[in-house]
C-alpha cells in the first residue's frame, strides 16, 4: 500500500519558518520525483517545489528563493524548508511522488501565516 504523509504544518507568524516533512512508504523512493503542491481557498493547486531522482529542483518563480525542497532517499522522505513566510503562503501544503504514468498524493498538511 502506498502512502505519503505530510507533517510539519501549522500556524506560524509572518516571517517565520516552517519545515514540511512528506514521508512515504509502498515505493521505490529513491526512483520517484517528488514534489510539493500548495492550494489555497478558492484557488487552484499549484507547484512550490519539486526535486528528482537525480537531485535537479524546480522551484515556482514567485517564491523568490524562501524555500528549499530537499530529499532524505535513506528515510524515504522528502523536506520543504519555507522561510519568510508570507500570509500568501497559507495553503493546504501537499507532497505528490511520481514515476511515469505513477503519481501518489499525500493528504495535505495545512499552513497559517497570520500574527
Known amino acids: 500500500q502506498v502512502q505519503l504523509v505530510e507533517s510539519g504544518g501549522g500556524l506560524v507568524q509572518p516571517g517565520g519558518s516552517l519545515r514540511l516533512s512528506c514521508a512515504a512508504s509502498g515505493i521505490s523512493f529513491s526512483h520517484y520525483t517528488l514534489g510539493w503542491y500548495r492550494q489555497a481557498p478558492g484557488k487552484q493547486r499549484e507547484l512550490v517545489a519539486s526535486?528528482?531522482?537525480?537531485?535537479?529542483?524546480n522551484y515556482a518563480e514567485s517564491l523568490n528563493g524562501r524555500h528549499t525542497i530537499s530529499r532524505d532517499n535513506i528515510k524515504n522522505t522528502v523536506y520543504l524548508q519555507m522561510n519568510s513566510l508570507k500570509p500568501e503562503d497559507t495553503a493546504v501544503y501537499y507532497c505528490k511522488g511520481k514515476l511515469g504514468p505513477l503519481e501518489y498524493w499525500g493528504q495535505g498538511t495545512q499552513v497559517t501565516v497570520s500574527s
Open positions: 526535486v528528482t531522482s537525480g537531485g535537479s529542483t
